[in-house]
């Protein structure tokens, strides 16, 4: 997705300024992400979450395809976070991010080669993932104090993603193709049956999903769309359908209602 230029984020933060006095009533939500929240080819998460609400929430839209967790969440992007939620002090921050820091070329360094039998452990049990994790650790913990530091009472609200399957698939939009973003590093790594891949993508994933839970407590949620999408329910190695974007910003929608009933009403 195309990066938008400053002029078009400062409209886009003018739009959400002027809502919040508008409609002081409705939740301040601040959206910052990858492409589980900008997938530019069809209703995403947001973009269905925003309908389920019938667009009553003061939205900021900060998220792009493609972005990594740990460069969101940088100096510079907890820097800019931090003064968005000093200055507008949000219910909520919706965060999308880690997908992209650990799949891509980047497995060929994550991932080690295969060796008989084989062993998922072993397979992960490299000093590169090992450094990536404690990033992407190190991320989360500089948005945690940056939102105690100015804005206690926002809850960040994230999501551990899904069971991705391995498949090979690309993501193509107006004729160009971006991906695959697994199968072929783990070919490349010796990993060529199906069920080892599978096997390797669910630890990777299974990794990712505990850091959270550890970081997870009242004011830092993590939302479980595991359920939400079926093998059927994937588009390519990364994406859902539209469908299950739609399932999953239900499940989200669901959570958010039982955080703040009084601002994300169910009907």
């Known amino acids: 997705m195309p990066e938008i230029s400053l002029v078009q984020r400062r409209h886009l933060q003018q739009f959400f300024v002027q809502s919040i006095r508008d409609h002081p009533q409705n939740p301040i939500v601040i959206a910052e992400g ?134 090979g698939k690309k993501a193509t939009f107006i004729g160009v193709s971006s991906g695959p973003w697994i199968k072929p590093f783990l070919i490349a790594q010796g990993y060529t049956d199906f069920s080892e891949q599978q096997a390797i993508v669910d630890a990777l994933l299974g990794r990712f999903n505990t850091m959270l839970d550890a970081l997870s407590g009242p004011k830092f949620i993590k939302v479980n769309f595991r359920d939400a999408i079926t093998a059927d329910d994937w588009s390519n190695e990364l994406h859902p359908t539209r469908h299950g974007f739609q399932s999953c910003a239900g499940v989200l929608l669901q959570r958010l209602n039982e955080l703040m009933p009084e601002k994300f009403p169910v009907t």
């Open 34 to 167: 990858d492409s589980w929240w900008a997938y530019p080819i069809y209703a995403n998460v947001i973009d269905h979450l925003d309908e389920m609400v019938q667009h009553r929430m003061s939205l900021l839209r900060l998220e792009s395809s493609g972005d990594e967790l740990i460069g969101m969440l940088d100096d510079g992007g907890v820097g800019f976070l931090r003064k968005l939620m000093n200055r507008h002090h949000p219910d909520v921050l919706l965060l999308s991010g880690g997908g992209n820091d650990i799949v891509g070329p980047e497995l060929l360094t994550f991932i080690a080669k295969r060796t008989a039998p084989f062993d998922t452990a072993k397979a992960l049990a490299t000093d590169a993932l090992d450094e990536r994790f404690a990033a992407m650790r190190s991320a989360y913990d500089r948005l945690i104090a940056a939102r105690d530091a100015v804005a206690p009472r926002c809850t960040i609200v994230t999501h551990g993603y899904a069971r991705a399957i391995p498949t």
